[in-house]
């Protein structure tokens, strides 16, 4: 890469990290360092919301997954906005009146303390291993494009995040995700444009030859619980999903209540329903027009070096095979589509519908052979292929003007850090607000809970960046953690739910949120053909109907907080 | 999923739309039964929450049901938007 896009590329770390320093001024206290002493305007709790949700995987492998399967993965996020208007008026007001650090600590005052122990545990065993994966992915990337040893990728992503999140606590991450959300849509809106002036043929007639291939087949209304993407898991599955999400996983709790009012919290929670569903069709036509660029350049039959260079190396015949089948496919698919642009000027539906067919049986010819490339990666690598992720790294690198890749990698580090930061602070929220101080020193000066929560925040650091650094190894222990983490969501939604019911008590949360999870893990391994959005559905319907069902005849009890 | 588009297309050419969607013969659109009945719906049922005076609402306040009246409203460009994408371009 260019000295020039390095430049941009460590200005933007400088930048970041100096701001964060910045705002340990006004940092001098637990509740400023934690939730900045609940003084946060809506609009940058929003962005900061945004971008958390937003990470790098996102900006990578929604992209790639643009590329290869078009716009239906947008349906995921239909259930969003639905969830954002419930939480604003049921979970928001509580738990921002409630003036709780972490959303578990209202269950102990509504319930007991093991249920406040249980949930809290659940979310650090599951957010501190996926703080790793949030490192790992977008470091395998850099890793594999760039040549580097995969520690440096770490340590340039987790060291400068760390350094800035441990010194000036949530003030300096919410401030940084608003500038790092600036950059993440400043570098999208790039490469948007650059697709759109670059492309060889009309963009109308582009996106005809996008749709033959079912790229911009957005809706799917078959009600299929084994389809993961459809209408109505988006709607159903994915609204529960959401609810669970912002409502009561801290990473994204503590965002809220560091608001400065109950109607501050709502309105930032509505400004990532405004723009969730709009920047990921964004993020996913972006895919598409990569796609459509690559129609009419030669695009790589890897797009990940490293198993390039490792397939060339270790199967050189099989290789030369396929990169010459692959040369003519893509030269044929190449004419199909001009020939189907041409077509489509024309006017004559005949023609257009002819030369789509075309098109179309040059692309899976590609299909084919990019199949038996991926097979022959996976075979000499070891590892699951995931080439999709190096579809926009690839395209930016190779095909953008000077000072673009810069500000995509820019972009790539920013949405990684906004995640990883705001997971660190919320991992050190929960440990020493409902461990530490619970349990191992309930009264202590301020000063010393800020010092132990400066080093929970470091050692989490270093613990995540322990786990990606061995994420390759550990690959399968990650994994299994994060689909563990799964099953908890709709069961902890369901013990929240049960909090605003009066009569329920805490025998029936505790055991409620067991049962839950036990169903959820059991729907999972004896019935798996059920997509994972609907195990939030699952686990909430059980836990209320288990909690409710311990509860008869219980008497009404009063909820310590309400509005 | 190309195969079952392909043969899709190969038998209704593209003027015909793919089974799952109808015909309104009220604006003569095309598009899924269920899209074309959820508006009206939706919008009813938006308008009676948030508009209504009742004091069982008393916690919309005014600058909430302003920015959910623009969620509402984005949300449903959106949609439109891609609806559109998809009815003028995937075959």
Redesign the interface.
């Known amino acids: 890469m260019h000295w020039i896009n390095w430049v941009i590329v460590a200005v933007y770390l400088v930048v970041v990290v100096v701001d964060g320093l910045r705002r340990t001024r006004g940092t001098t206290n637990i509740e400023g360092y934690f939730l900045a002493n609940r003084s946060l305007p809506w609009w940058a709790v929003g962005l900061s919301v945004m971008a958390t949700q937003l990470s790098a995987i996102t900006l990578i492998g929604t992209t790639g997954q643009g590329a290869t399967d078009g716009?239906k993965f947008?349906q995921f996020y239909f259930g969003l906005?639905i969830a954002?208007?419930i939480l604003?008026?049921t979970l928001v007001?509580f738990l921002h009146g409630a003036k709780v650090y972490t959303a578990y600590e209202y269950l102990e005052r509504r319930f007991d303390p093991k249920t406040r122990s249980l949930t809290s545990v659940l979310f650090l065993l599951s957010r501190g291993m996926s703080c790793g994966t949030i490192i790992a992915a977008p470091s395998v990337v850099l890793s594999s494009i760039f040549g580097w040893d995969l520690i440096w990728c770490v340590a340039l992503i987790g060291v400068p995040t760390v350094v800035y999140t441990v010194l000036g606590g949530v003030q300096a991450v919410a401030w940084a995700d608003v500038k790092q959300m600036f950059v993440i849509a400043g570098a999208m809106l790039a490469i948007i444009i650059v697709l759109i002036v670059r492309m060889p043929i009309p963009l109308d007639d582009a996106?005809?030859i996008?749709?033959?291939?079912?790229r911009?087949?957005?809706?799917d209304?078959?009600f299929d619980l084994s389809k993961t993407y459809t209408?109505w898991s988006g709607i159903l599955g994915g609204t529960f999903l959401m609810l669970s999400y912002f409502g009561t996983d801290q990473s994204q709790v503590q965002r809220y209540l560091a608001a400065r009012s109950v109607?501050e919290a709502?309105?930032s929670l509505?400004?990532s329903?405004?723009?969730k569903?709009?920047l990921q069709?964004l993020i996913l036509l972006t895919g598409v027009l990569v796609f459509l660029f690559y129609l009419f350049q030669p695009a790589p039959l890897l797009y990940n070096p490293r198993h390039d260079a490792l397939v060339q190396q270790q199967e050189p015949t099989a290789y030369a095979s396929l990169q010459s089948r692959y040369t003519l496919a893509i030269a044929s698919r190449q004419a199909a589509a001009r020939a189907a642009s041409t077509a489509q000027r024309s006017g004559d539906?005949a023609a257009?519908?002819s030369a789509?067919?075309a098109f179309?049986t040059s692309?899976?010819e590609v299909?084919v052979i990019r199949t038996d490339a991926l097979d022959a990666a996976s075979r000499v690598s070891g590892e699951a292929s995931r080439d999709v992720n190096y579809i926009i790294p690839r395209f930016v690198l190779d095909q953008l003007p000077l000072g673009f890749a810069g500000v995509f990698i820019a972009a790539v580090l920013a949405a990684a850090m906004s995640s990883i930061a705001a997971e660190l602070n919320s991992l050190s929220t929960a440990t020493v607000v409902d461990f530490y101080q619970r349990w191992i020193r309930p009264t202590a000066s301020d000063a010393h809970f800020l010092n132990v929560s400066k080093i929970a925040t470091a050692l989490w650091g270093v613990f995540a960046c322990i786990v990606a650094t061995y994420a390759a190894t550990l690959g399968s222990l990650i994994e299994v953690v994060n689909r563990f983490g799964s099953f908890f969501y709709g069961s902890i939604l369901g013990v929240f739910v049960l909090a605003m019911i009066p009569r329920v008590g805490a025998l029936g949360a505790f055991v409620g949120l067991l049962s839950g999870m036990a169903t959820v893990g059991a729907v999972a391994i004896y019935v798996p053909s059920i997509s994972f959005l609907w195990h939030n559905l699952i686990g909430v319907v059980a836990v209320v109907a288990v909690g409710l069902l311990l509860s008869i005849g219980s008497p009404r009890a009063t909820p310590p907080v309400s509005? | 999923?190309?195969a079952k588009?392909?043969s899709s297309?190969?038998l209704s050419?593209?003027?015909l739309p793919p089974t799952?969607i109808v015909r309104n013969d009220v604006t003569g659109q095309y598009g899924?039964p269920?899209?074309l009945t959820l508006p009206p719906v939706m919008a009813a049922g938006a308008y009676s929450l948030l508009a209504s005076p009742s004091s069982k609402f008393a916690?919309?306040?005014p600058?909430?049901r302003t920015?959910?009246w623009?969620?509402?409203g984005?949300?449903l460009v959106?949609?439109a938007l891609?609806?559109l994408?998809?009815s003028?371009?995937?075959?």
């Open positions: 716009l947008v906005p954002m208007v604003g008026v007001p996106l005809h996008a749709g033959a291939t079912g911009l087949q957005v809706f209304f078959s209408f109607d709502r309105s509505l400004m329903a405004y723009w569903i709009p069709a539906d257009v519908a789509l067919a179309r692309e899976s299909g509005r | 999923m190309q588009t392909a297309f190969a050419g593209r003027d799952n899924h269920c899209i916690w919309m306040t600058p909430f920015t959910l623009r969620v509402l984005i949300q959106t949609l891609l609806w994408l998809q003028r371009y995937a075959t």
